[in-house]
């Protein structure tokens, strides 16, 4: 179900946004893949553009200078009313904030912080841009998930910095909380022990829908990705792990009729 998008309640995930080296071969892969078009966003971070699907905004890409060796990895943003005071929260609880808070021209006001497990993410604090304005249709990013080596420590972080209800699901070997805001499950968060990635550690996942996860996982191959799980079968439908030819981690979903 495709559904329209307006402000969302602090907490709730409300855009995704990749830094990468080539911003041209980068938007020729998404465009390749989820059928995206561009048009060019805010530049405060250097060269940035919009991705569109039928002309509705749903992720951001920027071109990182040169001489900047960050990890490329998509970075989930948390809604927020007020992006100064949220940074103020992540500091006192434990985490960082590495990049502002800083505005971006009139579309609105954002910060770059980690969890205490080390776990980047975004807040944003909307002005004319509230973040993607289309779910649900194939293209569209429909979850985000942190994981990380447990979930006790830092499910408390995002309980004070957003007021989140979590359920948990109790099992000897499964440990996992679902993150609800106002009843409605927004996020979750998936602790994996020792099988956390040692190149990655702890992070957040984006799963972006898709009409066929089978034939998705063959175009990101085809595109100069790659599949880093096979599709399978999971609680959200059948999905599989893939990256960019940057090597972007994100994971491709066919959730089914909703």
Known sequence: MTEAVTRRTPGTPCWVSLMVHDLAATQE?????FGWE????PTQLGPY?????DGKEVAGIGELPPERH????????????DAD?????????GGTVAVGPLQAGDAGRLAIGSDPGGAVFGIWQAGSHVGTMVAGA???PVWNELVTPETMTVGKFYEALFGYESEAVVSADFDYLTLHLQGRPVASVHGVGRALPR?????????FEVADADEAARRVTELGGQVLQPPREGA???????ADPEGAVFTVVRTGPS
């Open 29 to 33: 892969f998404y465009g390749a893949l």
């Open 38 to 41: 561009f048009r060019p966003g």
């Open 49 to 53: 553009v919009r991705a569109l699907l």
């Open 70 to 81: 960050l990890p490329i990895a998509w970075t989930t943003y948390l809604a927020t009313d």
């Open 85 to 93: 005071s949220t940074a103020e929260t992540i500091r006192s609880c």
């Open 138 to 140: 194939p293209g569209t």
């Open 199 to 207: 190149n990655r550690g702890a992070h957040w996942m984006t799963y």
């Open 236 to 242: 959200s439908g059948r999905l599989a792990l893939v």
